[in-house]
Structures are given as C-alpha cells and as structure tokens.
C-alpha cells in the first residue's frame, strides 16, 4: 500500500497541472458533449451512454496515456462496431450489453498492452485503414440522413436507408428538417469565425429553442430516447449475464478498431518536449478508459483525433487537458441534466454527418491512388466492405487484408544481385538468368525470405540446367532466423546443384542459423550445403567462401 501512494505521489509530482489546462478543458467538454451524445445515437443506445463514457474515458484514460495530449473518448468507428454487434440485442437489453461489451474491451486492451502487441499496429495497411474510415464517414453520411430530415427509416444497411429518402423525397417530417438543416448551416458557417471552437454548443442550443419557440413536439428528442438521470453519476457493477460470444467477438473488433486508431493519434499528437510516446501504454490507458466508462454505463472510448487536435490547439500543455475536460463535462451533466434530454436529435445527426464529410482528407486519398494497384485495390475493397458489411465483418476483412498486402508485399519486394569479386572488394552487378560451367556466382538478396518471400526467391535464383560444376554462394548476412519454407527452397536448389557436380554455399550465417541446419538434419534430407559463418568484418566469410570455391573447381578441373 506504501508503494501505491508513493507512486501516486510521484505521478502528481511530475505531471504538474497548469490553468492553461484548465482553461484548454473547457472547449474540449463543449465540443465533447455533442459528440458522446451523437456517439451514443450512433451505436443505437441512449445518448447518455456516450456522455458518461466522455466523461469517465477522458478523465481515467487521461491518467496513464504516454501520449500526452491524447484525449481518450468516443469515436465513431467504435461506435459504429458497437451498433453493428447489438444488432440482435432487444432495446431492454442494450444498456446491460453495452457495459459489459465496454468492460470486455477494456481488459482486452489492457492484454495487449501486458503482451506487448503495440508492434502488430504497424502492419495494418495504411491504404486498409484510410479505406476503413472512409468507409466509416460514408456509413454515417448515408445511415443518418433519415434521422436529419425526420424521414422513416427503411433497409438494414446505410446505402438502403439514404436510398429509401432519395426515392421518397416527400416522405418525412419538414419541423425535422428545419431543425437539422438549421444545425448543418450552424456547424459549417461558424466553423470560419471565431465561434468555431463552440459551433457544436450553437449547433445544439439554436435548434432546441426553435423546437421549444415554435412547439414542434413532433421533433424527436434526447429524452424520447430514454429516462435522463439526474445528479452526480455513480459506478456500477455490470451485469455478468449479458456476456455471450458475440458480444465478445464484437469487444474483440472494437479493441482493434480502437487500438490502431489510438496508434495513430500518437503519431499525430507528439509530446510536448519531445519525449517518446509508447503504443503499448497508450493500449493500457484506452483500456483503463474503458474499464471505468463500462463503470458508469459509458461506451467504449479511445484516442480521438479530432478531440485531441481540439485538445492541442485550445493550448493545453500536457495530459491535464484532456483530463479537465472530463471533469468539465462531469459538471455539464450534474447542472444540465434536464437540458441534455431537450436536444433534438436532428441536430446530433447533423453533428455526426459534419464530422464524417470533414474528416475525408482529399490529400490522402489522392496520395494512396497514386501509389499504385495494390493500394487502390486496398482501398477499395476496405471501402466497400464497410460500406456494405456490418463493421465488425469490415474490420475482419481489413485486418485479413493488410496480412495478405504484407505478405504480398514481402513476396514482390525482393531483389537478387550477384556480387563480383574485385581485389578485395565485392561490386554488385546484375545477377544471371541461368548458370554456366565451372562458374561461381556470389548472390545477395533483399527482402524477406519468409514464406511468400522464400517462394520469389526460388524464381529468382539462376537456374543449373545444362551447366557444369557450377558453385553458388548465397550471402545471409544479418538474417537471424530464417522459415521452414526457405529452407525447403535452398535444400531444393542445392540439390539440383549437386546433380551437375556443383555445390551451394551459404555465407554470412548467423550462428542461431546454423545451430538449427545441423548437419544431421542435413544429411538426413541427402543436402550438401557449405557453411561459412559471419564474422565481423563485412565481406571476409564471403571472400573465404569464394576462395574455399576457387579450390573446389581448380581441382574439379584437374579430375
């Protein structure tokens, strides 16, 4: 107990808190109710269960975050996978789900954190995510036009949904209408003034007291959606019946959709005073996050990159930032309570509709198409596996998808070169199609040589048809591990050398390498392969394996 309180004591030694971040809280909370609000509509529960995951995740997660300025909150994709995984889940039961499904994930985060899976982030494609969030944005444009003009909602996926308002275009409610458009026209004009920090409040207040002016009860409201509590929110135990495989497989997607956006906020949010950032820290921060907002009946939170970029231009110095603007939030819902069930849910329709158009980068996706077939293809077929599938058949696909790109890519990005002995020199040259008698090709590659990989190389190697004692040294320098896959190919093209009198030589070799090719196992499969370790200085166990070849095919000649 000792030990926790003097670390605790440390923690707030060194991460001192300054009334800029006080201050830089404040527009972090008015920007984060409309948006935990809309989250919660998005993932199909009460808009209460976003704002108490706004609160709790930028307050908790905030405390353990190695990205310093992250603001740890509600995102859409998450709660985009969240609406797709309660689906089948009756209305009674979504609240006791969707805290246990938030608890599930946060421990899942926090798993990975211990197993240090930080690393894996970066095999997801950037072409696969960029295509997965545009995907995202093209859901909500499409799934919450109905809900802006008040129109019935008809299809089970967002093109059916915004297709059914197309061909009906007089079927919906004008009062609706009046009061999403009203909102869009607020978030977009006041987003070139000064105002822009506080558009969301205007785009909430504005249309509410039309509704209220004018008597539009028609008008869909917060608190048709659910009973709004009152007073300070307290933590709760979850329901441990609620848990069911689906709802753990849905956790599973949200941790991955949270997990790798959380990587990329930490690149795009670098630490005041250069420090270095851990995603593996980050993971046990959003996982934290999420314990305590499943805690008091939130959603699942992450790294936000619009709330962070809202965090850092607002002027906040460190984590205490994002932290205030938790607590911010935590006074909005005690004071406002009553106010939070009078916003018309046109508007936070028109909130997350602005969002999604805005964080389309043009830029990006211009880059990506320009950078050739495999990342158009990528992210197309991203695309529109979000577009069409739920979100949790999406992320399976894109994350299969990036393990084929990377896979696809190790296998293309390879290159053989023969190296050519000069004095005491090696000189890369072009290497040869085809073998010749009694000649020695020195060969360097790179690339992987795992699986795929070891499978282009094969194609690559020259081939020994029709020549003579022919020897060939394979260089391995800085190879420490090599597959199963890679030791099929060489134990396959040594032994079409040795049929033409000729030997393969491997040279550079690690001796982690070498300790697995044993001669037993070698000779066990009828190979015979010449070993020459690596040494220290570049180039000698190459050279010696060249001299050591020069001997073998002068005496070659001589029999």
């Not at 609000?37 to 009460?46: D, E, I, K, Q, R």
């Not at 003034?193 to 009860?217: D, E, K």
């Amino acid at each position: 107990m000792a030990e926790v309180v003097r670390r605790v004591r440390r923690w707030f030694a060194t991460e001192r808190m300054s009334k800029a971040d006080v201050v830089a809280g404040i527009p972090g909370a008015i920007g984060g109710v409309p948006d935990g609000m809309a989250a919660g509509v998005l993932a199909g529960v009460s808009p209460v269960h976003g704002l108490y995951a706004s609160m709790a995740g930028r307050f908790f997660g905030g405390f353990g975050t190695s990205t310093q300025l992250m603001v740890v909150t509600t995102t859409s994709a998450s709660a985009l996978a969240v609406g797709s995984t309660m689906t089948d889940v009756p209305p009674d039961q979504r609240a006791a789900a969707l805290v246990m499904l938030t608890l599930v994930a946060g421990v899942m985060m926090i798993a990975a954190a211990i197993l240090r899976l930080g690393k894996y982030t970066r095999f997801v494609s950037h072409s696969v995510m960029t295509g997965f969030l545009l995907g995202i944005s093209a859901n909500i444009l499409f799934g919450q036009l109905p809900s802006l003009l008040g129109a019935p909602v008809r299809g089970s996926i967002a093109v059916e949904k915004a297709l059914h308002v197309v061909l009906h275009p007089f079927d919906f409610d004008w009062r609706a209408a009046v009061v999403g458009v009203a909102a869009v026209i607020l978030l977009v004009g006041l987003a070139y003034t000064r105002l822009r920090t506080v558009a969301s409040l205007f785009a909430l207040i504005v249309p509410m007291l039309i509704v209220f002016v004018f008597g539009w009860n028609e008008v869909g409201t917060v608190a048709d959606t659910g009973e709004i509590p009152t007073g300070m929110p307290l933590p709760h135990l979850p329901e441990f019946s609620a848990l069911s495989p689906s709802l753990v497989f849905g956790a599973l997607t949200v941790t991955i959709i949270v997990l790798v956006q959380g990587a990329g906020v930490g690149e795009s949010a670098p630490n005041p005073g250069g420090s270095r950032t851990s995603v593996d820290r980050d993971f046990t921060a959003q996982g934290i996050g999420n314990v305590f907002a499943g805690l008091f009946r939130g959603m699942p939170v992450g790294g936000s990159v619009g709330q962070t970029a809202i965090n850092v231009s607002s002027g906040a110095r460190g984590r205490w930032g994002g932290m205030w603007s938790g607590l911010w939030i935590l006074v909005i819902l005690v004071a406002l309570a009553g106010a939070v069930g009078r916003v018309a849910l046109p508007t936070l329709a028109a909130i997350l509709m602005v969002a999604a158009a805005r964080s389309v980068d043009p830029d990006r996706l211009a880059a990506i198409w320009s950078s050739g077939a495999i990342s158009r293809t990528a992210l197309l077929v991203t695309f529109f596996a979000t577009l069409l599938l739920p979100v949790t058949a999406a992320v399976g696909v894109g994350v299969g998808l990036s393990l084929l790109l990377q896979l696809n890519q190790e296998a293309l990005d390879l290159k053989v070169v023969r190296l050519r002995v000069e004095g005491d020199q090696l000189v890369e040259a072009r290497a040869p199609t085809a073998l010749s008698d009694n000649e020695i090709v020195i060969l360097d590659v790179y690339g992987s040589l795992f699986y795929a990989g070891a499978r282009t190389l094969q194609a690559k190697l020259p081939d020994p048809d029709g020549a003579h004692d022919p020897v060939v040294i394979l260089r391995l320098r800085g190879r420490t591990s090599v597959s199963a896959t890679f030791l099929h190919v060489i134990g396959d093209y040594a032994g079409r050398l040795d049929e033409r009198g000729g030997r393969l030589y491997l040279s550079g070799v690690d001796p982690h390498i070498r300790d697995v090719w044993t001669d037993d196992l070698l000779h066990a499969q009828g190979l015979h392969i010449e070993f020459f370790p690596a040494t220290n200085t570049l180039g000698e166990s190459t050279l010696a394996a060249y001299a050591d070849a020069e001997v073998r095919i002068h005496r070659e000649r001589r029999l």
